[in-house]
């Protein structure tokens, strides 16, 4: 039975356990397998063609472990690689991006509504060199609407820096500076969290933001978004799992390296206890 | 003939060229082929098990390719792999652990014969996290001499600014300031750059270290050390290389990925032009 399922979802690292998590609160029902390519992560910072390499291999495990659907809980996968694992598997692929670029798209239709602007505002992007160099972004807000434009900003240092736990502070405040002022000079009105790292650094971002812009700058964290589509496609292609009488659907966590702190930097992306973990290797394919 | 072959040097990237500019400058007649494991860099926040079987595949392409002797260019790498590689390998195998702790212990030798400190001194490292959690840097000194205590700190975040350019600016600077303060407090007074990344913020952290301890700290960079070692090696083993005509001895430059940015960074460690890259794949290894 296809219904009773896992859904598949995969990330450079633990970063996309932020999205796990969305998807728990709206599909409570619904088993997860995730896989963090910890060995290998970060992906934003390697070329397109080794990006798609890895997640193929990512995508190829989960498949073999049966998964109903697979999410791809990483912007700079979603961004080289969602059309390609789209055509190569026979299972429904969910990206990040394109959930990401309509809620921003929304969050933009309400500011219009709202507010009268001396010249057209945009959307910013903060994501990694990866996803940025793609221009996934423009392209999914051009396909959205052609309202809107996109300005987009690479900020390397924003996943060491949450990978090492400094998410207020000196540092990162003006690590954020320096990657949000030139957004805001080019009047980005809306932030988009373009990496699944950023959103533990959310309320930082967005106090720098409003301090540099002198007004609030709304922050869409594309989590969210990529859990309601995933409750969408699940709806949709009838793929929910019969209500099981037994309380919590479970989370199975994959992962190909298990470095010193791994417990502390996994808790800290699901916001509770991680339970069971596998190792898995997955460079042999 | 082996004298006519490379020198074979490996990295988890591209901070190991920081070690082949000492190399060229102290042995220019010898060619040197240089493996960058790009795809999979960083090493340092790895667990022991994965940087073992990353090195054990860095160590077999050079290998193949018929170097003389391997030359660890990683910190990370050398702390854990250093003594399996030579057990495994039939060839001489030098990494930068051994002779950065030397270097660190002569220094700090000169300094208690000019000058009398009411605690003993001690020695700091700032390395990578898997660096540290090795303890190969207090195992090295102790096998030099028992005279001398280190403290090492973790420093995850140096390799992300080194390799986005942030070499100098607040950033880079409260970084290395989080860093140092502890080990000034627990009176460092030799600073061993415990990562092939960390030359390139020598400056920095030579002034930082200064500024917290009211006093001229030396910074040990474990590349020139490392060279003088591959040198010795070079002629007790007899594997000199007859000075050839045609001038300049060669690199060659191999790398498992190639991303955006790439010549620009390997140029900062390099200190000039790479010439010819060659992209490998070694992780079907």
Not at 58 to 68: I, S
Not at 234 to 253: D, I, N, Q, T
Not at 254 to 266: C, K, M, N, Q, R
């Amino acid at each position: 039975m296809t219904q009773s399922r896992a859904l598949g979802v995969f990330d450079s690292g633990l970063g996309g356990l932020t999205v796990v998590r969305a998807i728990q609160e709206l599909l409570p029902n619904e088993p997860v397998i995730y896989l963090g390519d910890t060995a290998r992560v970060p992906y934003g910072t390697r070329s397109a063609e080794t990006v798609l390499r890895y997640s193929r291999g990512c995508a190829q495990l989960l498949v073999e472990r049966g998964v109903k659907a697979l999410v791809i809980a990483c912007n700079t996968a979603s961004a080289v690689a969602v059309e390609m694992l789209r055509a190569e598997l026979d299972l429904p692929v969910v990206g990040v991006i394109r959930p990401g670029a309509e809620a921003a798209v929304e969050v933009m239709e309400q500011l219009l509504r709202k507010e009268r602007f001396e010249q057209p505002p945009r959307i910013g992007v903060l994501g990694t060199p990866g996803t940025v160099a793609s221009g996934a972004y423009p392209r999914a807000v051009s396909q959205l609407s052609t309202r809107f434009e996109v300005v987009a900003q690479a900020a390397p240092l924003l996943v060491p820096l949450v990978e090492e736990g400094w998410l207020e502070g000196e540092v990162p405040r003006l690590a954020v500076e320096r990657y949000v002022a030139g957004l805001m000079e080019q009047r980005a009105r809306v932030l988009v969290l373009g990496c699944t790292h950023y959103p533990l650094l959310k309320p930082l971002i967005s106090e720098v933001a409003e301090k540099l812009a002198g007004r609030p700058i709304p922050v869409v964290d594309g989590a969210q978004a990529t859990a309601r589509a995933v409750r969408q496609l699940v709806e949709e292609g009838k793929l929910a799992r019969a209500p099981s009488p037994a309380s919590g659907a479970g989370l199975e966590l994959l992962v190909t390296d298990l470095p010193a702190g791994f417990s502390e930097s996994a808790r800290r992306f699901l916001g509770g206890s991680v339970g069971h973990v596998e190792q898995v290797d997955i460079t042999l394919r």
